[in-house]
């Protein structure tokens, strides 16, 4: 997995107004958990650009400017719900012989046949909660879709590896590909179509039939 460095600062005050001022300075507050004791500290919010705006997940390592460092991964993030500036974030200490927790972004490789022949592919699960010790981590779950024809479904017992355990039910779907509405609406239409001949060639026959038939006495 990939790893990003975010340079900090430790907070020696937490209050509201030292936290106003950090905003105001272009620095997220944060906070480590996980280790022997909770960890305040603050850093560029330039820093996050890889670690928030990006589908791939990385894992930070965290120096701080006394020199000491913290391998983490990212537990907690909030948004100011108008400009989307970053209020504040949440992070994990992880150690090398310890597993961890994190949800990784599935790929999908190659194309269905049953979307070529019409279908809707459905991606409930863009994401899986997977468990590993850190170095196991992956950076994406690849998802081989070019044999699901329509009516078909990947689990995601279909996408395990031995190097990391996927936390979901084994009749988890990761993705499918259903029937379209558009599909059925123009089976439909064949449909009634193909009943509409075959009414109007029997009542034909019958008409046929009717007439041909002699007349009573």
């Not at 507050?29 to 928030?52: I, M, R």
């Not at 990385?58 to 913290?70: M, S, Y």
């Not at 209020?87 to 150690?95: A, E, M």
């Not at 409930?124 to 998802?143: E, Q, S, T, W, Y």
């Amino acid at each position: 997995m990939k790893s990003i460095t975010i340079k900090g600062s430790k907070r020696e005050s937490v209050g509201k107004v030292a936290t106003k001022a950090l905003r105001n300075a272009g620095k997220v507050p944060c906070v480590l958990y996980g280790g022997d004791k909770t960890l305040h500290f603050a850093a560029e919010e330039k820093s996050f650009k890889s670690l928030v705006y990006t589908p791939e997940v990385f894992t930070a390592v965290i120096e701080l400017e006394n020199g000491d460092k913290f391998n983490a991964i990212l537990q907690d993030i909030q948004f100011h719900p108008v400009s989307d500036k970053i209020l504040h974030v949440d992070f994990y200490q992880i150690f090398e012989d310890k597993e961890v927790t994190m949800d990784i972004p599935v790929h999908l490789i190659g194309t269905a046949p049953g979307v070529v022949a019409g279908g809707n592919m459905r991606f409930p699960n863009r994401k899986l909660k997977v468990r590993a010790i850190p170095a196991n981590l992956p950076d994406f779950i690849n998802a081989d879709i070019s044999e699901l024809n329509i009516g078909d479904k990947l689990f995601v017992t279909e996408v395990t590896n031995d190097k990391y355990a996927i936390l979901h039910p084994d009749n988890t779907v990761v993705v499918q590909v259903r029937i379209s509405r558009l599909t059925l609406e123009t089976e439909d239409e064949s449909e009634e179509g193909e009943e509409g001949i075959e009414e109007g060639i029997e009542e034909g026959a019958e008409g046929s039939a009717e007439e041909g038939a002699p007349a009573a006495k």
